[in-house]
């Protein structure tokens, strides 16, 4: 399995463990029975538990790119310094952005993400 390939999946895990996150705080928030419920009127989640869903959503945006990025080298049999460097950056990046954005630093969780996006371009570059 090339290092990219194997990227993707821990992109996968990590997120698995957002959504249990973001699961988790919503929970404690507002309770179980109103999230087992049909999740009409739902009331506002806030502080870390908000973050953690807003941090969610945003990695399955950058996954979806991250992810054709990686299948498409993997089907046409490029991998090169480029495209490992791209997923290794992408990865550590978007580790860093979830524990940042939960923890509710703004800039440094904006310096995470534009780190992830060059990850994506030197994925992209590597591949052309």
Do not use: D, K
């Amino acid at each position: 399995m090339s290092i990219e390939l194997h990227m993707l999946i821990l992109a996968c895990a990590l997120a698995f463990a957002a959504v249990l996150a973001a699961v988790l705080g919503a929970t404690m928030q507002i309770g179980l029975p109103a999230l087992a419920g049909n999740r009409e009127n739902l009331p506002a989640i806030h502080g870390w538990a908000g973050r953690a869903q807003r941090a969610h959503r945003n990695l399955l945006e950058s996954l979806v790119l991250f992810a054709i990025l990686v299948l498409a080298g993997a089907a046409t049999g490029r991998s090169n310094m480029m495209t490992v460097a791209g997923s290794e950056i992408f990865l550590g990046a978007r580790i860093i952005y979830q524990l940042v954005y939960v923890a509710g630093i703004a800039w440094l969780r904006t310096l995470c993400w534009l780190t992830s996006v060059a990850g994506l371009v030197l994925l992209f570059i590597g591949l052309l």
